[in-house]
């Protein structure tokens, strides 16, 4: 018999998640559940690292992500869904993997100097912040993780894990399968005003809109700078909402767009209708499945509650060998 392999990854509940996470890590964690035996989870400890000092926001999401989750068929029959800190054997593990992790490791991460300098707002100058690569390495070894499903800003976090996965197995025996990240493809979301889709700067498209904010959103979205008025002629590839067609246009319709926009037969809101009129159904469904949900926070409990007896199974056998190896 062929042994699933191993798929962990969780999500920050920072924020509510928009087209840019669903185009970003979703979809290849719905399209990994088949093959593979996952573990999915709110790493809800990983969210308070940055936001510490109001933690309702945090408590606030975690629900409404989890919904997103259920209705974008993320499987609780197929996967196990779950919220890190529900599982304390994380925070054990975590412990354990810091007694072994060199300081310099965590100080060279270049995403830990590179958020110190993006959130200047936060102190961030705490150990839990430093420690957060140690803490998404127990989060994946708890598991015996082999894949791990990630975008590429958390490459230098999977290279750590990697590193401290050599390090425990060579110290105390191979207890661990050293975890491989795998890229999600990353297809250019921009948000509303052509940069990056992304929850600071207020440019999102969320799963949790209503069609008419969605249909709002879309209609005063930023299009090509240049093209000033209905009969100048656009370049598709100066324009966000270009982007999106690409994602979600037949080719053959794409191709009548380009050039429509390019010798300016069809002018940006006839574009933006035509977008609208698949981008709608597409989301519909996903909102309608929400809905369903978000109306019955007992059914996602349930859920959470389920998961998370199996994720502590599978914790607690991991941590039985790992205390034996440590002599604890
Ligand atoms: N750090 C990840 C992020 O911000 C979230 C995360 C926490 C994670 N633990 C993990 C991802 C374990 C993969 C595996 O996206
Ligand atoms: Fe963008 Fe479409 Fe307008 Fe061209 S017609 S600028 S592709 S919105």
């Known amino acids: 018999m062929v042994t699933k392999k191993r798929v962990v990854s969780g999500k920050r ?19 990994l559940q088949d093959q593979n035996q996952c573990f999915f989870f709110v790493a809800d400890w990983h969210a308070l ?31 196990v869904i779950f919220i890190q800190s529900h599982v304390k054997e994380h925070a054990e ?25 993006q959130l200047q707002n936060k102190d961030l100058s705490n150990l839990g912040f430093l ?11 708890m598991y015996k993780g082999n894949l791990v499903p990630v975008g ?28 491989e ?35 709002q959103k879309i209609m005063t979205m930023m299009t090509d700078p240049a093209r000033k008025r209905r009969q100048d002629p656009g370049d598709p590839q100066k324009c966000p909402l270009f982007d999106l067609h690409e994602v979600y246009t037949e080719s053959s319709v794409i191709k009548d767009v380009e ?11 006839d574009c933006k209708k035509t977008l609208l009129e698949r981008l709608l159904p597409w989301h519909a469904s996903i909102y309608e499945k929400r809905q369903k949900y ?22 607690q056998k991991t941590m039985g060998e790992v205390r034996e190896k440590l002599k604890l």
Not at 62 to 74: F, G, K, R
Not at 98 to 115: A, F, V
Not at 134 to 139: C, I
Not at 297 to 310: A, H, Q, V
Request: hydrophobic share 35%.
């Open 131 to 141: 420690g957060y690569p140690v803490l998404q390495a127990a989060d994946i070894l």
């Open 13 to 31: 509940s920072t924020g509510e998640l928009h087209l840019g996470h669903y185009f970003g890590a979703l979809k290849t964690w719905v399209s």
């Open 181 to 215: 990240s795998l890229l999600s493809p990353t297809p250019k979301i921009p948000g509303t005003d052509g940069r990056k889709m992304s929850n600071s700067y207020n440019n999102c498209i969320y799963l949790s809109d209503p069609k008419e904010v969605v249909t």
């Open 294 to 315: 978000i109306t019955k926070p007992k059914l996602i409990r349930d859920i959470l509650e389920e998961g998370t007896k199996k994720a502590t199974s599978e914790a």
């Open 49 to 79: 690292t940055t936001d510490y000092q109001d933690p309702s926001s945090i408590e606030k999401y975690v629900l409404s992500n989890v919904a997103d989750w259920l209705a974008l068929e993320i499987d609780p029959k197929k996967s």
């Open 93 to 117: 593990l975590y412990l354990l993997l810091s007694m072994m992790t060199p300081l310099g490791w965590l100080e060279r991460n270049p995403t830990y100097k590179d958020q110190m300098k």
């Open 152 to 179: 590429e800003d958390q490459i230098a976090h999977l290279e750590l894990c990697r590193e401290i996965t050599r390090r425990f197995n060579y110290l105390y025996g191979d207890i661990f399968p050293e975890p």
């Open 259 to 269: 050039q429509g926009c390019q010798t300016a037969k069809i002018g940006c809101i």
